[in-house]
DNA sequence: AACCCGTGGGC
DNA sequence: TGCCCAAGGGT
């Protein structure tokens, strides 16, 4: 007895020449497509995940600019490669990408690895990535599931597996090897992402422009948005912050640098705690959390600024205060007095962007 | 396997 | 406004 698969009544040959052809005519201008640089297809990789377009290309312009080759990007200094990533978040993206880079200069001679084994054992380097950048820079037939690739094949397919499940990739990876064209396997994963991005999008698909649609299981029973399933996250966690604009005498800024792990790891910040729901007041507890944390003795006035920031798994509310340095503490590597012209020389999360916007506002604006 | 890790835009 | 979304990886 033969058993049903996913594949049954499937024309693969139609479906890549269909997909490959409307991917030939109609992607975008985008600037990491001027070459197949395998440095440069790294690079946008890491920058798109989880982040759009848009957001991406002025980054990544600039980005090559100033560091053209992965050896540049490998001798450039930590801080210098950490300001260039400021603002796009998920920071641990761009730490991980450097120690990589370094890793393929001295282990492999500044040649990135054209096979599974070597380059998925980089840093920050996963499945998704290592399919990407080998097909697209190599031309390696190696599946790259993303999220748009899992919402265009669970509706190709009629896959009611949940997307937002970890183990479910691989489902959609062994389809893609059953596939994806052996000619050009570059093409084939772009061009589903391609698809995903500007046809099969999550809400109203675009089912008449697809160049696929006759090999369209959801569409063929009506069932497009309904798919793919992705169960929904809960609600986050609201975290209280206080924080302070501290000037000394000669009006110089205290900064501090984040710790090497966790949120936001290795960017400055101006200093702040989490503050509890006690009858102790913020300020207090602020003025006590610098004082044993780096023995700084403050003078706070009201707080000029209350700010929301939304994170993917939680939310701070900060209350950013206004205050002076009285007494010294220790200058140390994490912990800076600044000139204000010099702020922009570290690299500061987007929520303590806002802080500093925030201030400077309310000094010029009266 | 579930949770941590950013940000800005769309509806 | 609140919620969802985006070319994921690490732990």
């Known amino acids: 007895m033969k058993t049903r698969t996913l594949l049954d009544g499937f024309d693969i040959e139609q479906f890549q020449l269909d997909l490959i052809g409307w991917f030939e005519k109609e992607q975008r201008d985008l600037p990491w497509r001027k070459d197949n640089d395998p440095y440069k297809v790294w690079v946008s990789e890491i920058m798109l995940q989880q982040t759009k377009v848009d957001t991406v290309i002025p980054y990544f312009n600039k980005f090559i600019e100033q560091f053209p080759t992965l050896e540049a990007l490998a001798e450039a200094d930590e801080e210098e490669v950490l300001k260039a990533w ?183 910040e101006f200093p702040n705690c989490e503050v509890a729901h006690s009858r102790e007041n913020p300020e207090r507890q602020l003025e006590k959390f610098l004082k044993e944390e780096y023995g700084a003795i403050v003078q706070l006035e009201k707080p000029f600024a209350v700010l929301e920031h939304v994170f993917s798994h939680l939310v701070w509310n900060i209350t950013v205060y206004d205050g002076k340095l009285v007494n010294g503490f220790t200058e140390t590597e994490q912990l800076k007095l600044v000139d204000e012209r010099e702020i922009s020389l570290y690299a500061f999360p987007a929520s303590h962007q806002r802080i500093w916007r925030e201030y400077k506002e309310k000094k010029t604006g009266g």
Not at 149 to 159: A, G
Not at 167 to 188: C, D
Not at 221 to 227: C, K, P
């Open 86 to 268: 400021e603002g796009l978040g998920y920071y641990s993206r761009i730490r991980n990408l450097h120690a990589a880079v370094k890793e393929v200069k001295e282990q492999y001679g500044g040649k990135i690895p054209d096979n599974r084994e070597q380059f998925s054992k980089l840093k920050g380097v996963g499945p998704y990535t290592t399919g990407a950048v080998l097909s697209i820079a190599y031309g390696i037939p190696e599946p790259a599931v993303d999220g748009n690739v899992m919402r265009v094949l669970s509706r190709i397919f009629l896959v009611w597996e949940d997307i937002a499940k970890t183990g479910t990739r691989k489902l959609f990876e062994a389809i893609v090897r059953q596939i994806i064209s052996r000619e050009n396997p570059s093409y084939f994963n772009q061009a589903l992402m391609e698809l995903g991005a500007l046809i099969c999008t999550p809400r109203n698909p675009a089912c008449l422009l697809c160049p696929v649609q006759a090999h369209c299981r959801a569409l063929q029973e009506g069932v497009q948005t309904e798919l793919p399933v992705k169960t929904k996250k809960t609600s986050v966690k609201q975290v209280a912050i206080a924080a302070a604009v501290l000037k000394d005498e000669h009006g110089k800024v205290l900064i501090h640098k984040r710790d090497s792990d966790g949120l936001l790891a290795n960017l400055w």
